[in-house]
């Protein structure tokens, strides 16, 4: 595996390319990187705590380092240490208006839940990002917001960043959400501890709930009723030691190099297995996989196990769609890759939020597997893919997403001759280090 260095004063617009060469050798032990939702949400709720707190094992990335850049805008103290941060929390109303625009860099967690939280404090604050970013549509976490009784206003007739906020003197809603989303549920409930009484909110499917577990360990008063959350607002919430176990969504390109090699065997350790973020898994056995959990535990509040994946002698095709499509939204490249290398037609449907990632994921990976010599059909919400016994190498385009760059990594791995990825760099934003962990598992 090769690879070319961004060129300096680029303005973060990598221009570099990394070579994935074909294997029949992938094998190993490795730990993913800290989960990159968990990672976020630790800084946010230690940073409106009334006390000082303890991440330990943090994602260093540049998506979570924008929440940590961002709350110290205002006001709030982090030490950092590397994988720990002790963050000196302020509490809910202890925040300072920031003297600059905010940038939230890459990070859709971030500007959204970002929002609910300056939604409840009465001062002006500015979000923007990068470009990537500020295509990403914020009316879904404006409108409710604004019912609560914030000030917003948006580009672009309050669909995308940059955004203004006045926030304060909220008042509880009900809100039916009208799609699964993590990010908006997060930034409501958020804007909840503002408001004195209930605020109810409810989804029509389950999607990750790390917010829901994490926010009652800080003293926040919140029930879970099916998919019906509710949060009593107006109580502080105490500081907590916090270890974020490893992200499955970074894991999910080691299980499927494992899968799609012939012989290739991986132990993934310290995973964590959220059921509202294993659809993965129940997928990939679906299709015939061999995943295997081992040494189930509890970190913080969360499930996780060591994970062991073994190549098999052939993936089979499955359809996917309905309530399990949230559990694997991030897995959607990754899973694409699956289904290129399995017997049949995959299809998956449901899944129009991919067209508002980082890139249109849907049109990203139909467009790259068509390179490398697969059949693609594209839907509006989701694709076909015509699996292949042969990938041909090919020079492929992250379109600027981190999981775009990883997913086709993955797909050299298992082609013939040297696939090159340009803008292979994207990586950064939720998994630095990933290129020379798949090297050392094919070498």
Known sequence: MRGNSAKP???????????????????????????????????????????????????????????????????????????????????????????????????????????GVLAGNPFFSVLTGDESLRGRPMA??????????????????????????????????????????????????????????ETVVSEPARSRDHTERMLPSFGADLKVDGLTVTLTGGKDLKPLDIIVPGDISSAAFFMVAALIVPGAEVMIRNVGINPTRTGIITVLERMGATVRKENIREVSGEPVADIYCKGTSGLRAVEVSGDIVPSLIDEFP???????????????????????????????????????????????????????????????????????????????????????????????ISFPGFFEMIAGCSS
């Not at 094998?27 to 993913?32: F, N, Q």
């Not at 976490?141 to 909220?170: E, S």
Request: hydrophobic content about 40%; aromatic content about 4%.
């Open 9 to 115: 004063g680029t303005s973060g617009k990598a221009l570099d390319s990394v070579e994935v060469k074909g294997t029949k050798l992938f094998r190993g032990e490795l730990t993913p990187p800290p989960d990159k939702s968990l990672s976020h949400r630790a800084v946010f709720f230690s940073s409106l705590a009334n006390g000082t707190g303890k991440v330990s094992n943090f994602l260093r990335a540049q998506d979570t380092e924008s929440t940590m850049h961002a709350f110290r805008s205002l006001g709030v103290e982090i030490d950092d240490r590397g994988r720990e941060l002790i963050i000196h929390g302020k509490g809910i109303h202890g925040l300072a208006e920031a003297t600059d625009v905010i940038d939230c860099g890459n990070s859709g967690t971030t500007i959204r839940l970002l929002s």
């Open 140 to 197: 879904r976490v404006i409108k409710p917001l604004t019912q609560m009784g914030a000030l917003i206003t948006a580009r672009a007739d309050n669909k995308y960043p940059p955004v203004a906020i006045k926030g304060g003197g909220l008042k509880p809603i009900s809100y039916a959400m009208p799609m699964s989303s993590a990010q908006v549920k997060s930034s409501v409930l958020l804007a909840g501890l503002y408001a004195e009484g």
């Open 334 to 428: 990754i899973l694409c890759i699956a289904a290129a290398r399995a017997e049949g037609v995959t299809t998956i449907r449901g899944a129009e939020e991919l067209r508002v990632k980082e890139s249109d994921r849907i049109l990203a990976m139909a467009t790259e597997l068509r390179k490398m010599g697969v059949e693609v059909h594209e839907f509006p919400d989701g694709l076909s893919i015509t699996g292949s016994e042969h990938l041909r190498a090919a020079e492929v385009e992250s379109h600027g997403d981190h999981r775009i760059a990883m997913s086709m990594a993955v797909a050299g791995l298992a082609a013939d001759g040297v696939t090159t990825i340009q803008n292979a760099s994207a990586v950064s």
